[in-house]
């Protein structure tokens, strides 16, 4: 017999518990995708639309966060600046996280649902990990993975090294379709491949103010690399703001140098825009971007997913084709969106004008569609949960299906072959007092040091390099 869940709303279709809340550990290696992940979770909880009655009212989960030791690893600003909370929140290895899930199933407090917001290989070694700590429990947790964005790139790479999660969200039918002609195309199960949408998205639909008219930049780490691509970004913003001085221009950037995204950015804008003389009307923006969408009556990108969250809201979105349309900018993902457009086009005060089954395609389309996007997930998160026992993990990628590939992905996380911690990987008990605070100073620079190489040695060396 299933677990019984009390409270619960009525769409999961569960019967009753004593504890109402679902226990849900979430683990991320990013600032971006913390965001992502502890969302997603909330959604796996919220009340279903149109029911209104106390039997079916939302629950909050009991959220544990987990943030993955690494280069990314997000920084009290940048978790602040997502506004995400939990219940409790620390950074482990992925050993240690191992440890706690497995712990917390033995104390009797099992984790009913894991959600991996990583990148592939991190999600790899966690479903690995995963399935050597919990093989022969008669119970696991319901396994949920996806991506935070855009999914422009390494599409069959991403997909493959996520299988063997029981879900892996897709955020819209364009994007589940993709998926499953992936796993298919390996002769892998694609079951597990569940449309929903991007957790994110919300906040008022956009109404033009008079008097207000405010153009946004949303810049990317890493999209486009180059120094001389992202100057030029720079320079027709800056252009911009001079043609059009009545007209505020927001530079919106992802984080303050020496602080690391997913993706590395070794040539920060606010760097670049030191000795340019800045217009009156030109300005630095950092913070949440839906507060910064709430003022926004035009988004550039060249391709961030911050053009989804502006679409969903029905604010003026353009993806810049100045650099081409190209696979490594992304912003090929927006063809046939009618958003494609140059900056000499926004110069002359074009505002595209999406196309609205392109944005349904897409998951995000204005109104009620989005506020059912996740009913799928749900029932299928309910009927897991409801199941008498979960078949073990079985990751595509095995021994005998990738033998020269997996194990350096499961070593990179300290993890052997079979997906049990490598010796010494997980310490038996956490270091405090003054050696805790030496430890954490020694990593801190350490990490100092890494971003030093990122974003001013490494440059240096490649331009020697090119004399």
């Not at 569940?194 to 639909?205: K, R």
């Not at 000795?275 to 971007?289: K, R």
């Not at 052997?416 to 956490?430: F, N, Q, R, S």
């Not at 801190?444 to 390099?465: N, S, T």
Request: glycine share 10%; charged share 20%; net charge positive.
């Amino acid at each position: 017999m299933g677990r019984e869940y009390a409270g619960l709303p009525s769409f999961y279709g569960v019967p009753s518990r004593t504890d109402s809340r679902l226990r849900i550990a979430v683990l991320a290696d990013s600032d971006t995708r913390w965001k992502w992940g502890a969302l997603t979770a909330r959604r796996l909880a919220e009340q279903a639309p149109g029911t209104d009655s106390a039997a079916t009212a939302p629950l909050a989960p009991e959220l544990d966060g987990f943030l993955l030791r690494g280069r990314a690893t997000p920084t009290p600003r940048q978790l602040a600046e997502v506004g995400v909370a939990a219940d409790a929140l620390r950074e482990v290895t992925m050993a240690q996280f191992l440890d706690a899930v497995a712990k917390s199933g033995s104390a009797g407090a099992a984790y009913d649902v894991i959600v991996l917001a990583l990148v592939g290989g991190a999600a790899q070694a966690a479903l690995h990990g995963l399935a050597a700590r919990l093989r022969g429990r008669s119970r696991r947790p319901v396994i949920v993975t996806g991506y935070v964005g855009v999914v422009y790139e390494k599409l069959a790479d991403g997909l493959l090294l996520r299988h063997g999660a029981d879900i892996v969200l897709a955020n819209s039918r364009h994007d589940a379709a993709r998926f499953r002609a992936v796993y298919e195309g390996v002769g892998a199960d694609a079951s597990a491949v569940t449309e929903a949408a991007l957790p994110f998205l919300g906040g008022a639909a956009y109404t033009a103010e008079p008097g207000r008219d405010t153009v946004v930049f949303a810049a990317q780490p890493s999209v486009p690399e180059s120094r001389a691509d992202r100057r030029y970004l720079l320079d027709r913003l800056v252009g911009h703001a001079r043609l059009h001085p009545e007209r505020e221009v927001v530079l919106k950037l992802r984080s303050k140098p020496g602080e690391h995204t997913t993706h590395i950015e070794e040539h920060p804008f606010q760097k670049l825009a030191k000795g340019i003389d800045l217009p009156p009307n030109f300005s630095l923006a950092y913070g949440n971007m839906g507060g910064i969408l709430d003022r926004a009556d035009l988004l550039v990108t060249v391709s961030s997913t911050a053009a989804l969250e502006s679409l969903h809201r029905s604010v003026p979105t353009a993806v810049l084709t100045d650099l081409g349309v190209r696979e490594v900018l992304g912003n090929h993902h927006f063809l046939g969106s009618g958003c494609l457009a140059s900056w000499d086009r926004l110069d002359a005060g074009h505002r595209p004008v999406p196309d609205p089954e392109w944005l349904a395609a897409q998951g995000v389309a204005p109104g009620d569609a989005y506020h059912r996007a996740f009913d799928q997930v749900r029932s299928r998160v309910a009927e897991l949960l409801a199941a008498a026992s979960l078949p073990p993990i079985a990751p595509y990628y095995t021994a005998a299906t990738a033998p020269g590939y997996l194990p350096g992905i499961l070593a990179r996380h300290h993890l052997a072959p079979d997906g049990t911690p490598l010796p010494g990987a997980a310490p038996a008990t956490e270091r405090t007092g003054l050696r805790r605070v030496i430890r954490d100073a020694v990593r801190d620079a350490a990490r100092g040091a890494y971003r030093h190489g990122v974003q001013r040695v490494a440059p240096v060396i490649r331009r020697m390099g090119e004399l």
